[in-house]
């Protein structure tokens, strides 16, 4: 995992060269800032930062696909059961 430096706080995530998330250095937390979500780690765990970013990233994936299905179903046609099965996957 590579970090490239923006400003003094802020740094964007790379793995091969792929685009993971921005991350914010604050006094007491890491704020990892994806498209549709945002997590906050304490400076106590940052031995698992990179972790909280791969899997903050995959589940960002996982709601991308929840938005495009739903996007592609109207109202009635929405199965509850395979939204979850989009989620757990």
């Known amino acids: 995992m590579k970090f490239e430096k923006i400003s003094d706080k802020h ?3 790379f793995k091969h060269d792929l ?3 921005s991350i914010e250095i604050h006094e007491d937390k890491y704020v990892i800032n994806n498209r549709y979500s945002k ?4 400076k106590r765990l940052k031995n698992y930062l ?3 970013i ?3 990233y995959k589940k960002d994936l996982k709601t991308f696909d929840l938005y495009k299905y739903s996007d592609t179903r109207t109202e009635g046609d929405l199965s509850i059961k395979k939204m979850m099965s989009k989620l757990t996957e």
């Open 50 to 52: 990179k972790f909280m």
């Open 11 to 13: 740094y964007k995530a």
């Open 19 to 21: 685009f993971l998330s």
């Open 39 to 42: 997590t906050e780690v304490p």
């Open 54 to 56: 791969l899997e903050s």
